[in-house]
């Protein structure tokens, strides 16, 4: 199957650090990716990792990746009022690669 | 620039009316897609084109019919919908598809109400 699955709903305090997790079902998966949602507003890429990578930071966010246990996760430090929104992961599998398959997204929710 | 437009912000129309969603993008992508979403759920597949030729349906109703004109232009006319299309239709472009990251940029949206 393809079902990505993430936990819905984070809150964080701000100056804190945010935790998403995702896991994946398709090991053969190649590209795994974190896209943002703000309200009203279109999907912004935040970051990708390729598969044979543990993993990889990007100014504030850091993405591990476990390939045995199909885990994967994000992290933002330091989180501001900014980072409220929806993230969404999705993986691309080999077999369909012109398509994302993403989870349901989890809506982190910063407070002061 | 990573920038996909997307026109117009938002639509309103009648069951019985005929519209146009348009989309465009300078990076010089060679795929591009149409997405639905809607509210608090994954935006889910329509359509890819891959150079300028429809490669994907997800088995959407005909009255959804996608059109690319150039490599840059990406439109989506609408006819005879119904109440249960209203969404945010979302555009996306990607350098190509196939083995590599081909990352997918997303336009801001068309917020389509049925009525």
């Known amino acids: 199957g393809e079902d990505v699955e993430q936990s819905l709903f984070l809150s964080v305090r701000e100056g804190d650090s945010s935790v998403i997790n995702c896991t994946y079902t398709?090991?053969?998966?190649?590209?795994l990716y974190w896209y943002k949602q703000e309200p009203g507003a279109g999907l912004q890429l935040l970051t990708y990792?390729?598969?044979?990578?543990d993993m990889k930071q990007d100014q504030r966010l850091t993405v591990l990746l476990n390939k045995k246990d199909k885990h994967l996760s994000l992290r933002i430090a330091d989180t501001q009022t900014g980072d409220s929104a929806i993230y969404f992961c999705?993986?691309?599998?080999?077999?369909?690669?012109?398509?994302?398959?993403f989870g349901a997204g989890t809506t982190v929710t910063v407070r002061a | 620039d990573t920038e996909v437009t997307q026109t117009p912000k938002h639509l309103v129309m009648g069951m019985t009316n005929k519209k146009s969603l348009k989309c465009e993008q300078h990076?010089?992508?060679?795929?591009m897609y149409w997405y639905k979403q809607k509210a608090k759920k994954p935006p889910e597949l329509m359509f890819v084109?891959?150079?300028?030729?429809?490669?994907i349906n997800e088995s959407v109703p005909s009255r959804f019919s996608p059109e690319c004109p150039n490599s840059s232009l990406l439109n989506l006319h609408l006819h005879a919908l119904q109440p249960e299309d209203s969404a945010l239709y979302l555009c996306?472009?990607?350098?190509?598809?196939?083995?590599?990251?081909?990352?997918?940029?997303f336009g801001p949206g068309t917020r389509l109400t049925v009525t």
């Open positions: 996306a472009s990607s350098q190509d598809t196939g083995t590599g990251a081909y990352e997918q940029y």
């Open positions: 398709d090991s053969s998966s190649t590209y």
């Open positions: 990792i390729f598969s044979n990578m």
């Open positions: 999705a993986e691309r599998p080999p077999r369909n690669d012109y398509k994302l398959s």
């Open positions: 990076m010089g992508h060679r795929a």
């Open positions: 084109y891959s150079y300028e030729k429809l490669s």
